[in-house]
């Protein structure tokens, strides 16, 4: 990925995998919500002329091009919308879904979800790809954002998440896991949310 430093270390090193790893959970959900837009665009700068990236770059250029095209209708319709609809894609096709089919689809990717004492506060347990690419991975949702905070390779891999308090998170994982990432604190706004491991 960077020619610089793989010939003068001898090391090839991804200097943007984190932005790789944000997008690795989007991917099955041929949807975005608009918290993951920046984390596309980030990827896209990053990875959008890497020719083994091809793939995924169409799917999620597809993404932002209905995602923008939903944002498009709500501006038209403005109070008028009485129902909320939701954009998915399949490559470079994609079609409308509602509120009822959205919660169906998320089965197949959402394994656990738990609500922080604040009732505002999310965090879910989620699975992306198969077999040798597949992950699990821990996603948490506050006020502002949303993303991945602890991601291993393994589908379907026993862990527990849940909420010590509003302002603190527990993961009960194994060492074993190859980790991805492991995040110990994020913030949005003015809200911070620390994340304790536990290896069991």
Known sequence: MNPYIKLHTGYDIDIFERYKAD?????????????????????????????EEQENVAVLKALLATHQAKVDRWMKLGDTITEEIHFITNGKDGREISEAEL????????????????GLFKLSVQISGKGEYA?????????GGAGSI???????????????????????????????????????????????????
């Open 103 to 118: 919660l169906e689809l998320r089965k197949e990717w959402l394994m656990y979800e738990e609500t922080a004492p604040n």
């Open 23 to 51: 997008v690795v959970h989007i991917l099955p959900k041929r949807y975005i919500d608009d918290n993951d837009v920046y984390r596309i665009e980030y990827y896209l700068r990053a990875y959008e002329m890497q020719p």
């Open 150 to 200: 602890y991601a291993a390779s393994g589908e379907k891999l026993p862990m527990k998440v849940y909420w010590k308090d509003d302002h603190n998170v527990i993961i009960e994982t194994k060492e074993e896991y190859k980790s991805h990432s492991m995040y110990k604190q994020v913030r949005s706004y003015d809200q911070l949310v620390k994340i304790e491991y536990r290896f069991v």
């Open 135 to 143: 992950l699990t991975y821990v996603n948490i949702s506050l006020p």
